[in-house]
């Protein structure tokens, strides 16, 4: 079969991710990044369940073990810093991760990582986009953001959660395919505090509001503050300048306890500093003719799931092993990935919203009562037995077996 001539929109997780395997079936692929250079910036993701296998199917476990985050588990904590629950990362390598998986790192670390196994064999442009494109039976013509046009034999949209590419192809009346979840969160970097440990200190505010503090090197730690709201209103601070979000952020949170103002004085000199409304993408439609949707453009799970990177590294063997079997079908190739990849997606994005409801109460009353159900769970170390006994799969769904991947990372 011949090698197909491939553009993928986005140079995140999954954009090389996609373009590990099938470079390495001897496709020829370009990676277009909007940003000027490597991305290679975010806080700490983690990987779990599938997203595991399909790492050590790359070959790329060991790297990423070499860059996990330490981080012993999660612990709630009151105003005086004082715990009330602890819970501990499985790390037994028995049964279902934790909060804490066994597998956290850095966002830019796995960046790097996936860069560095594809740099020689993937053609790879920073600072340009996809402003517009078209297609027929035989080609995609893309029109790129520096004026140049060129044509591809498929379009992959790995662009994230607010794909351009999406927007492209879902027709004009399909439902809202973004569903928001109901909760903001700001984070950013933090130099490190003497008192920081390996422990994710999470703090619950009155005004269902919650701040995260981990830590992931000798001199440097993380911020995550979050308030639940479902008001429109809020959306338009996403797209202000950074110092209004910083300014938002500190109003809402200065004076409120615990670390909250030392976290905000390290907002203001940052330079990783990252702002969300937390939403999942849902839509029916993962592609059109010669163009298909990855990852987070196609099923954001939300930060709140911990699956995204799991889900783009799985859906992105998936989808490189249906386009490779099926060069000379693509409608085929797209329908087998929906088939095949959507059972996993379901089960990545169930969500039941009463979750947000109570983890982020509103009163002090609601705060005493989850620290004491969260206390008692500790305290008889619930969480901790229910995950050995678990499965780590997520919903039985098994990685698929795809001999020809395989045999091309052997090649
Ligand atoms: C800067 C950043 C920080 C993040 N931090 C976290 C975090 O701390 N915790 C967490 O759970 N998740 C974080 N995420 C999301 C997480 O990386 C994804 O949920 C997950 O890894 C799925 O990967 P993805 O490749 O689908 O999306 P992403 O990793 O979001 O990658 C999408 C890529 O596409 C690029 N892009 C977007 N639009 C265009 C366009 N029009 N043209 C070309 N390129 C485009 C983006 O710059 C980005 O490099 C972050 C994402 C980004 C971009």
């Not at 140079?11 to 090389?16: H, R, V």
């Not at 442009?125 to 402003?131: H, I, L, P, R, Y």
């Not at 192809?169 to 390996?198: C, E, H, K, Q």
């Given at each position: ?12 997780c ?22 000027p ?20 199917r ?69 600072g ?72 994710r ?7 269902s ?19 639940r ?6 959306r ?143 305290f ?32």
């Amino acid at each position: 079969m011949a090698p197909l001539k491939i553009l993928i929109c986005g140079g995140g997780c999954a954009g090389p991710s996609l373009a590990f395997w099938l470079a390495r079936c001897g496709h020829h692929c370009t990676i277009v990044e909007r940003f000027p250079a490597l991305r290679a910036s975010g806080a700490q993701i983690d990987l779990r369940a599938q997203g595991i296998q399909v790492a050590k199917r790359m070959g790329l476990l060991d790297v990423i073990r070499s860059k996990l985050v330490d981080e012993a588990g999660v612990v709630m904590v009151d105003t005086q810093g004082n715990s009330k629950a602890t819970f501990m990362a499985n790390k037994s390598g028995k049964g279902a991760q934790t909060g804490t998986s066994e597998y956290e790192i850095m966002r830019g670390d796995l960046v790097r990582i996936l860069y560095d196994v594809t740099k020689d064999n993937v053609n790879y442009v920073f600072g340009k986009t996809v402003e517009h494109f078209e297609q027929d039976e035989r080609c995609v013509t893309v029109h790129f953001s520096d004026g140049q046009i060129d044509t591809y034999d498929l379009l992959v949209g790995a662009d994230g959660q607010g794909s351009r590419i999406r927007q492209a192809i879902l027709p004009p009346d399909s439902p809202d395919t973004v569903r928001r979840l109901g909760v903001y969160m700001g984070y950013w970097f933090v130099p490190r505090a003497d008192t920081d440990n390996n422990y994710r200190k999470m703090y619950h505010i009155p005004g269902s509001r919650m701040v995260m503090s981990r830590v992931h090197s000798p001199t440097e730690g993380q911020a995550y503050f979050t308030f639940r709201d479902d008001s429109e209103e809020l959306r338009s601070l996403l797209r202000a300048p950074v110092e209004t979000q910083k300014e938002f952020w500190a109003q809402k949170f200065q004076g409120s306890g615990w670390q909250t103002d030392r976290l905000l004085q390290g907002m203001k000199t940052t330079e990783n500093f990252y702002c969300q409304d937390v939403v999942q993408i849902r839509t029916d439609t993962w592609s059109k003719g010669r163009v298909a949707l990855l990852a987070d453009a196609a099923h954001c799970p939300s930060p709140l799931s911990g699956m995204g990177t799991t889900g783009a590294l799985v859906g992105a063997y998936v989808l490189a092993a249906e386009i490779n079997r099926n060069s000379n079908n693509l409608p085929q190739a797209f329908a087998n990935y929906d088939k095949v990849l959507r059972p996993f997606v379901n089960e990545i994005q169930k969500f039941n919203p009463l979750f947000v409801t109570l983890a982020w109460p509103k009163t002090s009353f609601g705060i005493m009562i989850l620290h004491f159900i969260a206390g008692l769970l500790a305290f008889f170390r619930i969480p901790d037995i229910v995950a050995r006994l678990s499965k780590e799969e997520k919903g039985g769904w098994l990685v698929p077996e795809y001999p020809e991947l395989k045999s091309a990372l052997q090649a």
